[in-house]
């Protein structure tokens, strides 16, 4: 095997998933699960990868697109209005219509940067004109342009004009520019519209920008699955606080267009029954959870909750999985049993040192290892495989290797040295053995441990043990 002299040589990766090391076949089904929007079991001990995996999972898909709010709804406080938007427009798109360039005052197509100052030519482009190939901006036709023309003036995404009806009256118009050489215009009935939601008292509950990764482990009723919290004032206009203002969202509607991440998912017990709901229908109510809270009476119905479940457990709990929700997730995803050791193969050895140098510079504070202390993990590694899962291979346990690392990072840097040694991590594997290697060390067995410490005088029928 070629060693690096140490760890400071090894090329780390970018992508969060090439990070992972063993795990190719929970690797696969992320990447997958990520592009098709699919659910994601993974069993398997502590410390093999599994919040590893969701974490890098939730970092492929793309950011959320949708805004969550409600609004005050003024004939049924009790029922806010939901207000779902697609990215965050300053103008309900929906309301303007669009015209081709040719069709607005030229006036205007010069102000937002349209009009080329060359040719004449109308087109949506920002600098050059696709008619004449010119520079739209910095050409001008006349002698006295930086006075009278729109020469190296900033051009405008919108501009507001005053329009004469036929009935006489004037109205605001505003131009705004859209693709494929077309402009967006509102006059005042749209405006009005728009102004009009935007006016409505509101709160989001749901931010554009967000994290895609939630996570959700041992969460509470409320925190899964939102609450509208209590007002003593039972949300009286003058003193209390509106209902619509009091909700709460939950992490199934947090992880909206993202990932719920759930470790040891069967703890949830009867929880799990809503998760499954919430994930059948992508949408679920928010209200408040509290039967004696003034919230009780507040819901709002069809909260969006369209999210990736990422949930993990171990091998025992698989039993405690609410079937349904077990059989949702193979239904529409994929359940991946982690492995606990790989092959001792060169290729392997090669990602413990990929491993090794990560850790390394996740941790920020210890020093690089060097070739000896690099061959002594993974004999470490190897010698974990054997004890723990009685396998030849090296160890995907991989939390108790970061651990002595760390540990022997540590010492290192105690001891000033510019690398760890293989003395540091001989040190760290003695220093960091768990309590159960420490009692048999010790006193050979654990009826041993438990004699002296109750100086001797346990009385147990097991002679055998004792002897
Ligand atoms: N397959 C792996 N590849 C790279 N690093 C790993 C891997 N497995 C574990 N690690 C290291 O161990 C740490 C703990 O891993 P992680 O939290 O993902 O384990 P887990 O399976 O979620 O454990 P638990 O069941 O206790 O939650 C990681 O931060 C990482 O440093
Ligand atoms: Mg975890």
Request: charged share 30%; with cysteine.
């Amino acid at each position: 095997m070629d060693l690096p002299e140490s760890t400071k040589e090894v090329a780390l990766p970018k992508d969060p998933l090439e990070m992972i090391i063993g795990q190719s076949d929970a690797v696969e089904a992320a990447k997958i699960a990520s592009r098709q929007r699919r659910h994601l079991l993974l069993v398997g001990p502590p410390g093999t990868g599994k919040s590893m995996i969701a974490q890098s999972l939730a970092r492929l898909i793309p950011p959320p697109k949708q805004e969550v709010a409600v609004l005050h709804n003024f004939s049924n406080p009790e029922r806010p209005i939901l207000d779902v938007r697609q990215f965050k427009p300053c103008y309900g798109k929906e309301e303007g219509i669009l015209v081709p360039l040719s069709r607005v005052p030229k006036y205007v197509a010069e102000r937002l940067g349209c009009k080329c100052n060359v040719c004449g030519g109308l087109s949506s482009t920002t600098y050059l004109c696709p008619k004449c190939g010119s520079d739209k901006q910095t050409k001008g036709l006349t002698p006295f342009e930086d006075l009278v023309s729109s020469k190296g003036a900033k051009t405008n995404e919108r501009v507001y004009a005053i329009r004469k009806c036929p009935d006489g009256k004037e109205e605001m118009m505003v131009y705004e520019k859209a693709d494929g050489d077309k402009v967006r215009v509102y006059d005042q009935k749209s405006l009005t519209k728009v102004v009009d939601s935007e006016m409505k008292p509101r709160k989001v509950i749901i931010l554009l920008k967000r994290n895609t990764f939630v996570q959700a482990t041992g969460a509470s009723e409320t925190e899964l699955l939102g609450d509208v919290r209590h007002d003593p004032y039972g949300g009286h206009p003058e003193v209390g606080v509106l209902p619509y203002m009091r909700v709460l969202p939950g992490a199934i509607h947090e992880a909206h267009e993202g990932v719920l991440f759930i470790d040891e998912i069967a703890n949830l017990n009867y929880l799990q029954r809503y998760i499954l709901t919430a994930m059948q229908e992508k949408k679920f109510p928010i209200t408040g959870r509290n039967a004696s809270s003034t919230g009780a009476s507040v819901r709002v119905d069809g909260v969006p909750s369209d999210f990736i479940l990422v949930a993990a457990l171990n091998m025992s709990d698989l039993p405690s999985l609410l079937p349904p929700l077990r059989s949702r997730i193979a239904g529409n995803g994929y359940e991946v049993l982690l492995k606990t050791h790989m092959e001792d193969n060169e290729e392997n050895r090669d990602k413990m040192v990929q491993f090794i140098a990560q850790e390394i510079v996740k941790d920020g504070r210890i020093p690089h290892a060097n070739a000896e202390a690099i061959l002594a993990l993974i004999e470490e590694a190897r010698k974990r495989a054997r004890l723990v899962d009685n396998a030849s291979g090296l160890t995907l346990r991989l939390r108790s290797i970061s651990g002595i690392i760390k540990l022997a990072g540590d010492l290192a840097c105690i001891d000033g040295s510019e690398f760890i040694e293989k003395k540091h991590v001989e040190a760290a594997i003695k220093r960091g053995r768990s309590i159960e290697e420490q009692v048999n060390e010790r006193y050979g067995s654990w009826w041993r441990a438990g004699m002296s410490e109750y100086g001797g005088k346990i009385e147990r029928g097991d002679a055998k043990e004792v002897a």
